[in-house]
């Protein structure tokens, strides 16, 4: 259990070193949250939780992603949310380096944003959305600027783990 005490961003990182992967959740709390625990979901923030259909996959892999937008209070799904995502894709040559912008010759990105509909109910796969054409680290960062929302999803290409 994680609980927040003070209004504020906080970052919650989870890192499997195994399969050398890592997820984060980005949570705004905002303060004006009361305690009576009801499952209304109406004025709640957001939060999007994202998949990839391989996060080791092969060089020129096309690779499958899963976006599903949560309440933030109850990790319903907010089938009411009408977002738009943004998408770019990040490298780093190992652990103990900053990820920077990746070169667009590393990589092929399908779409740069998604805007999700009332026929979306929260959730869409956009098949075929990235490959990678070098071996490599990469994270593919997924925005929404108008919630404060920011995803990311690790990938070794190519199988590379330093």
């Not at 906080?10 to 004006?32: A, E, H, M, P």
């Not at 990589?107 to 929260?122: V, W």
């Amino acid at each position: 259990m994680v609980e927040f005490r003070n209004s504020g961003i906080y970052r919650l990182i989870i890192r499997d070193s195994s399969s050398n992967v890592t997820k984060y959740i980005q949570f705004d709390v905002s303060g004006s949250s009361n305690n009576n625990n009801n499952n209304n979901n109406r004025n709640n923030s957001y939060r999007i939780i994202a998949s990839a259909s391989q996060t080791n996959p092969n060089t020129n892999q096309y690779i499958n992603v899963t976006l599903n937008a949560r309440y933030n209070n109850n990790n319903n799904t907010a089938t009411d949310y009408r977002g738009s995502v943004e998408f770019s894709v990040q490298s780093r040559s190992n652990n103990n380096s900053s990820w920077q912008n990746a070169s667009s010759s590393s990589y092929d990105l399908d779409r740069s944003s998604y805007t999700f509909t009332s026929n979306n109910n929260g959730s869409v796969t956009l098949n075929s959305l990235l490959r990678f054409y070098n071996n490599g680290q990469y994270r593919l960062v997924i925005r929404d600027s108008n919630n404060n929302i920011t995803e990311y999803i690790e990938f070794s290409a190519g199988g590379t783990n330093s």
